[in-house]
């Protein structure tokens, strides 16, 4: 019957429930985003975020804890088993990065890493609805990380480019992103 509810609800609305029972930690706006959006079938998340069910319901459960976590729709897409290398480097080096230590910053990283499995802007898989809420929830959860961004390079392409750098690859053309001719691919505008 919930699930049949959420059938006739927009992002937004449910955004909007999810938000009127929260515990107030002020990652959930953007949560609340990527949860109402996947919930409903929008980006490009795998089952249960990238979480596991238990991980998802131990994060329902904390963050929304009027919702029953078995409400939200799993829409299943799949993740690519043959990237769990990548998967592992992308977890290290969010995971070394969050802002707080707290384990929803190691749920965002999950969710975030899921998010980068797709094949879309980064903001766009993960059911966000502006890359302005990407870099939000990269503030709230990986601030160390995320002021290394200081040129507002797309978030997928600046991850990867920090994995490059960890293991020495420098793959640019130029000696700076300012006179390198995929410029525009790495800090133009994300549409």
Known sequence: MLKAALALETPQALYVRLMAARRGDPIEETLARVLASWSLGFGRLPDWLGLGRTNFHCMVNYHFPQNDPAMFANPGWITDKGRKDEMADLRKLLVDHRTSQSPSETWMADIVIAGCMG?????????????????????????????????????????????????????????????????????????
């Open 119 to 191: 094949d879309d802007h980064l903001w766009q898989d993960l059911g966000l609805w502006q890359r302005a809420d990407l870099s939000k929830l990269m503030m709230d959860n990986f601030e160390p990380l995320a002021k290394r961004n200081d040129k507002d390079m797309k978030w997928k392409k600046f991850l990867y480019k920090q994995l490059c750098e960890t293991e020495g690859v420098y793959t640019c053309r130029a000696p700076s992103c300012e006179v390198c001719v995929d410029y525009q691919n790495c800090f133009g505008p994300e549409e």
